[in-house]
Each structure stands twice: as structure tokens, then as C-alpha cells.
């Protein structure tokens, strides 16, 4: 069975996010996306609240589970037995930064390969920070991000 491991901080996610997930999903027999604590990011929602944010945004994807994790991703890939990492890349801004991580997670775990997909271009602009700073703000995230996720944040800024 082939089986690709979706890694993101997912916070929150976008539809970029799930176009990436559901394009991976066609390809694979299987696919995991795992909500993963960045380090060096301050996240908004909680990791259990992103992977439930995220788990019910691709309901609809019937080969497709969310699972949290906090550690090495290369960690994770070694438990769930995944050698395949996919990725969305959005510009060549991204690039550079995924290679370093690709190139660091082949380092620590030998065969363990990243695939990127090319975001599409109606999504290229769309990243989880804008989304929280127009939200915050009042602006209107629908369409931007799943349903459920636009309520969140409303009811989290509404909150604060
Ligand atoms: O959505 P993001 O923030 O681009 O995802 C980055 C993520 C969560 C995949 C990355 O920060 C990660 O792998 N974190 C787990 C810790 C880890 O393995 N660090 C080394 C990466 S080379």
C-alpha cells in the first residue's frame, strides 16, 4: 500500500492546505496528514484543536486520516512507517525552506523522500498568517479556509 505522510502546523487550515491533502489523496492508496508542532512558531488554536479542525474539513476524503504529533516529524514518518513526504510549495519564496527541511529529514532518516506539489494558482497567495491577521481584524476569510475553520476564528477572535 502506498501511503504519504501530509505534514503541516495547519493553524489554521487553509483551502490551500486541503487542495494539497486531496491531491495527494489521488495519488496515494492512502495519506496521513499530521498537524505538527513547528517549534519556532506561536500557534493561535491548540494541536488538538487543528487536527479536529483539519479532520473535519476532509471528511469528505475517504482515504485520508489527521493525526497530531509533537517531535521530529522524521519521528513520526518511522512509526507510522511512511517513506514519502508531500508537501505544497506556493513561489519560490517556499522553496528554499522546504528544500533545507527536505534535505534535513533525508538526513536523519535514510530513504525517507519528499514529494512537492506546485500549489494552484488561485491558492498561491493564501497562507494560514494572512488568514489570521485579516480575521483578526474583522476581514472576511470565507472562502480562504474550510467552513468550520472561518468559524473558529471568528469565534476565537470574537473571543480575545
Ligand atoms: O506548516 P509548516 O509550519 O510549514 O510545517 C512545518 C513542520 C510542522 C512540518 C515542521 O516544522 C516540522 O517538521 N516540525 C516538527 C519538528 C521537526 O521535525 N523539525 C525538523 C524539520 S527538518
Redesign the pocket.
Known sequence: MRVALC?????PPTNG?IDVIERAARHFDRVIA????????EPLFPLETRKDLLADALGHVDNASVES????????ANERKVSI?V?GLRAVSDYE??L??????AA?THGLDTLFLPSQPEWSFLS?SLVKQVSKYGGAVDGLVPTNVAQALKDRFASS
Open positions: 505534514p503541516g502546523s495547519f493553524d492546505h499530521a498537524v505538527i508542532a513547528n517549534p519556532s512558531k504529533f509533537d517531535g521530529l516529524l522524521v519521528d513520526f513526504i508537501k525552506y522546504e533545507q527541511m527536505a534535505q534535513m529529514n536523519l494560514s
